[in-house]
T-cell receptor, first 113, second 117 residues
Framework: ETGVTQSPTHLIKTRGQQVTLRCSSQ?????VSWYQQALGQGPQFIFQ???????GRGNFPPRFSGLQFPNYSSELNVNALELDDSALYLC???FGQGWKTQYFGPGTRLLVL | SQQGEEDPQALSIQEGENATMNCSYK?????LQWYRQNSGRGLVHLIL?????REKHSGRLRVTLDTSKKSSSLLITASRAADTASYFC?????????????????FGKGTLLTVNP
């Protein structure tokens, strides 16, 4: 077990709706990254938060946004859902910055109809 | 975009046999990591090899890294049915740069390993 949890485990939404996914990191892990994994693909980096500030972003539009809280939890928000947003969303946490092992949660599977 | 590319895409072997998966990447790295994923669930970290290391062992796992060829291999010895999973290599950023996105992991598409009992 990595000590990283995510909720919900599964979610079904319709196109145009908004969704919030949650992640709870290990205590002390002040860096959290979010990844999107489409079926049959490897995870793609969405963004990273360090000490509650966005600290890097991948090639995802602004309708993907996030928050990180002082209690080591974080959120991924996606507005105006599109069919292609259907994927497994993974959060990963670690302590501090630098090139380190990241500890992944079990993921939230989102289906957009 | 995908940085690492695993080869083969799928591998089917018998229990007890060894499994070898390869990964190639495109840009300079600081570390290369291998992860395992069962049935589309969370990723489990297996092993990290630094750019100045050539080989690393962990239990039944052996990882090699050739930075001149920008490639790595993962060997699982004496495979078990429980090893059935997808395996991904992941690279991080350019060691000459720092900050933010540079600490992201860039994954390949993975190798689906099936170990038959």
């Amino acid at each position: 077990e990595t000590g990283v949890t995510q909720s919900p485990t599964h979610l079904i939404k319709t196109r145009g709706q908004q969704v919030t996914l949650r992640c709870s990191s290990q205590s002390g892990h002040n860096t959290v990254s979010w990844y999107q994994q489409a079926l049959g693909q490897g995870p793609q980096f969405i963004f990273q938060y360090y000490r509650e500030e966005e600290n890097g972003r991948g090639n995802f539009p602004p309708r993907f946004s996030g928050l990180q809280f002082p209690n080591y939890s974080s959120e991924l928000n996606v507005n105006a859902l599109e069919l292609d947003d259907s994927a497994l969303y993974l959060c990963a946490s670690t302590f501090g910055q630098g090139w380190k092992t990241q500890y992944f949660g079990p993921g939230t599977r989102l289906l957009v109809l | 975009s995908q940085q690492g590319e695993e080869d083969p895409q799928a591998l089917s072997i018998q229990e007890g046999e060894n499994a070898t998966m390869n990964c190639s990447y495109k840009t300079s790295i600081n570390n290369l990591q291998w992860y395992r994923q069962n049935s589309g669930r969370g990723l489990v970290h297996l092993i990290l090899i630094r750019s100045n290391e050539r080989e690393k062992h962990s239990g039944r796992l052996r990882v090699t890294l050739d930075t001149s060829k920008k490639s790595s291999s993962l060997l699982i010895t004496a495979s078990r049915a429980a090893d059935t999973a997808s395996y991904f290599c992941a690279t991080d950023g350019d060691p000459t740069r720092g900050g933010g996105s540079n600490y992201k992991l860039t994954f390949g598409k993975g190798t689906l390993l099936t170990v038959n009992p």
